[in-house]
């Protein structure tokens, strides 16, 4: 459908009434991280405009794309299997459909998709999404169509996302793209390029589109948050030099979350992920400062020794990264913290494991996300490390961690017995379609009786009981 008809045209995408005009089908199904579920809704965005609207039917779409995650094996694993739910569909239901995988599997491994995987018709790697309408242009004269090109500006703070499956209450505002950081095991550097942040201005205006829209809560979301860094604005002559005009008109990570939480008072921000090797002290301030800025920190470590952390490249050694768990807590106190940890890293001894339990014993974190090592092709642990540590030492070792942090995220959430918290609606409780369920400042999940709140609504709630991972309680009004 063209795109040329000026009343349906509002600034460079199509008015609201125009898209739902649109006959063309997408089902769009993402996986990996918020990254991916945040440039699934940019892509929505892009097709909006090319006539297309979302659906949930994959027998009913008129293209299918999958926006892949490369981060673990076993993430591709599941890509491959989608792929081959899709193949059944097209040949017994929805012959006319075309299918398309976007994200970090797209590119790694670029054209080989398409050897490898014959119902794909479209390989889109994170930076050319802005492409997809000339890629299907090539697909419908019949040929494959792929575009893996990694890009040094693209931060797609032109295009207004379509909020996808959302709940109207939470959302996703991206920051930053790509990372520098170049972790031994890690694959994103080569999958989502060189680091570039967003314009400030574009954040501001898409968070003030979010707090029309009556959102409440914005996650602002990078691979690395801290190393947010904008630079612009302001005419060149006005400056002794660039580096003088550089440092005048540069936006951080802690200006930009400052701005944000000044701007919308009543918006709950939060951030996610941050790097302990470029998070600076001013951001905690910013979070003690604000009151709309959740108490919570996700400060990913991989491991606890330090020796390991050297071999993976974080630029950080552990007493490092226990000094600045010390000064989260001296300047935000009651924090909440998450972590990140790998086990079975090449050359991990007892030793590094035992390490990492320490930390954790230290830290006492909130929760968790804790993984086995996996290879990743093309990444330097690859290239120059044997993946020597059995694969049961690394499933007894998961093991160990895992249960710690079960014991610590214990002790996390029966620290609020008895205390009243303020709780953001989200959806129906799972196990209660007569108790609502929501998350505190402190990324909580709690669940309470219904009484006549709704989703979106913030509601103080008494803990009365808890389970490792969610809190139990009466809403209460405060007088
Ligand atoms: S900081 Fe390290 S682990 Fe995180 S995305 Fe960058 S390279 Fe990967």
């Known amino acids: ?28 199904e993402s996986y990996g991280c918020a990254m991916n579920f945040s440039d699934s809704e940019i892509v929505a965005s892009i097709l909006a405009d090319q006539g297309y609207n979302t659906t949930n039917a994959l027998e009913d779409a008129d293209l299918v794309l999958v926006n892949t995650c490369s981060i673990r094996d076993k993430a591709e694993q599941t890509v491959r299997k989608r792929l081959e739910k899709y193949n059944a569909v097209k040949r017994t239901k929805n012959p006319k459909m075309k299918v398309g995988v976007l994200g970090c599997m797209a590119e790694r491994l670029k054209e080989k998709f398409l050897e490898e995987e014959k119902i794909v018709d479209l390989v889109v790697g994170p930076d050319a999404y802005k492409d997809i309408p000339n890629l299907l242009k090539e697909v419908e004269e019949g040929r494959d169509a792929v575009n893996v090109i990694l890009s040094k500006e693209e931060t797609y703070g032109d295009i207004s996302p379509v909020r996808l499956g959302g709940n ?30 967003r314009d400030p201005q574009s954040i501001l205006q898409e968070i003030d589109d979010l707090a ?150 230290y830290v006492k974190y909130d929760f968790g996300y804790m993984y086995k090592y996996s290879e990743r092709p093309g990444t330097n642990a690859a290239r120059k490390l044997e993946d020597d540590v059995p694969e049961e030492t690394k499933s007894r070792r998961l093991t160990e961690i895992v249960d710690l942090q079960q014991k ?52 103080n709630v008494k803990i009365t009981d808890c389970t490792t991972a969610t809190l139990i309680g009466e809403a209460v009004e405060l007088s």
């Open 168 to 197: 109207g209450i939470t959302a996703f505002v991206s920051i930053t793209r790509g990372c520098d950081n170049m972790c031994t095991f890690c694959v994103v550097p080569f999958t989502r390029g060189r680091e570039r942040s």
């Open 212 to 361: 029309e829209k009556n959102y409440k809560e914005i996650t602002l979301l990078g691979q690395n948050v801290d190393s947010y860094l904008w630079y612009g604005g302001g005419l060149k002559k006005d400056f002794k030099n660039a580096s003088d005009m550089q440092k005048a008109t540069a936006t951080d990570f802690a200006q930009l979350l400052d701005m944000a939480a000044k701007a919308h008072p009543e918006m709950r921000i939060r951030f996610s992920t941050s790097n302990p090797q470029d998070m600076h002290e001013e951001v905690l301030h910013v979070v003690a400062k604000h009151k709309n800025i959740c108490n919570h920190i996700h400060l990913p470590v991989q491991s606890g020794s330090t020796r390991i952390l050297k071999e993976m490249n974080r630029q950080h050694t552990r007493e490092e990264y226990m000094k600045l768990i010390d000064r989260i807590r001296e300047i935000i106190p009651g924090c909440a913290i998450s972590q990140d940890m790998i086990v079975g890293f090449p050359t991990e001894t007892e030793e590094d494991h035992q390490a990492t339990l320490g930390l954790m014993e």
């Open 408 to 459: 610590h995220s214990a002790i996390r959430t029966a620290s609020f017995l008895g205390k009243t918290v303020s709780v953001l609606i989200e959806k129906e409780s799972k196990k209660n379609k007569d108790e609502w369920s929501g998350r505190t400042e402190h990324n909580n999940v709690a669940v309470f009786p219904k009484k006549n709140y709704k989703a979106g609504d913030f509601v």
């Open 1 to 28: 459908m063209e795109k040329v008809i000026d009343e349906k045209v509002q600034g460079n995408t199509l008015t609201l009434e125009a898209r739902t005009a649109n006959s063309r089908k997408l089902y769009i």
